[in-house]
């Protein structure tokens, strides 16, 4: 195989001190929680890696212990730059109390950034959130005092007469992803998966920062038995592979192990839908002033 299979805790291993680790998925979608558990794990038995910048787009978490909120320890975490925090409350509390640099761009905005990255480019130049908090004459989306005394990010540009703001792209060290099936090559398929979110251009970021990336997966199959059509990661872009061990920590999204009408299979039949909530008088009286 020219692909390499490692355990979760092999791939955490290859993660040094202080790179920049790049993260896919949404919310509970096409993370690959079985990686993040292992990091944690080698942080809290060794101390590394450590001094980390987490770079993501949505906010990849349960609103309790999953996802991003594997990485809330002292000293895992330098700085973090996110599209969405959301649901990564123990992370959140950490830029709460001043414990780690955070950036919060518009989620689109960090998207973009991936891909410019990718394309070697210097940044992401657009008009996307001109006047609101991420603009530099406000806030430059820094979200705490100790990021306030870091450098900008974001710089204000007049090209043609217009403003737009340019923010700055940061190389991907390492980056971890999620799939359904990877063959021997390396490539990678997510015909399970919900959502594919920003897997490919995270994975083009990182191979031309020159850093490595692994993908977890479901299992590995022969050379050239996936559908051309369904890789949607090619192998030239993973130097890894892991093989999930625990189906719980590949689950489809963070409340469901793995519905086929998520990920497109089939069209869901009303059978497969719950009755609406009974809402409180309260929230009934919030969604008539929203309409």
């Known amino acids: 195989m020219s692909v390499k299979v490692l355990t979760a805790r092999e791939a955490a291993d290859l993660i040094p001190n202080g790179v920049n680790l790049a993260t896919n998925g949404f919310i509970g979608a096409s993370f690959p929680e079985e990686i993040a558990i292992a990091i944690e ?5 060794t101390g590394a890696p450590n001094d980390l910048t987490l770079l993501f787009c949505a906010a990849q978490g349960d609103s309790k212990d999953k996802g991003l909120n594997h990485f809330a320890h ?40 991936f891909r410019d990255a990718a394309a070697h480019k210097p940044g992401t130049l657009t ?48 980056a ?25 251009v995270v994975a083009q970021a990182c191979k031309n920062s020159g850093g490595t990336v692994v993908a977890q997966v479901e299992r590995v199959v022969k050379s050239g038995s996936l559908d051309p059509q369904k890789v949607e990661v090619p192998g030239i872009l993973v130097d890894a592979v892991v093989v999930v061990s625990d189906m719980k920590n590949h689950m489809q999204t963070f409340g469901t192990q793995y519905n086929p009408g998520f990920s497109g299979e089939h069209r869901m039949g009303a059978a497969e839908f719950t009755p609406p909530l009974c809402l409180p008088k309260r929230s009934l009286r919030a969604v008539r002033l929203w309409n």
Do not use: C
Not at 145 to 158: K, S
């Open 127 to 174: 008009h996307v959130g001109l006047g609101t908090f991420v603009d530099p004459r406000r806030l430059g989306g820094k979200l705490n005092d100790l990021t306030r005394e870091q450098e900008d990010l974001v710089e204000l540009m007049e090209i043609g007469g217009k403003e737009y703001l340019f923010y700055k792209n940061q190389p991907v060290n390492f």
């Open 74 to 113: 002292d000293g895992m975490v330098r700085r973090a730059i996110g599209g969405h925090w959301g649901l990564a409350p123990k992370l959140g509390k950490m830029v709460a109390d001043n414990k780690i640099i955070a950036y919060d761009f518009p989620q689109g905005v960090t998207a973009h950034m």
């Open 41 to 45: 794990q080698r942080f809290l038995e």
């Open 176 to 200: 971890i992803i999620s799939g359904t099936y990877a063959d021997e090559d390396g490539n990678i398929s997510m015909e399970h998966l919900g959502v594919k979110a920003e897997a490919l």
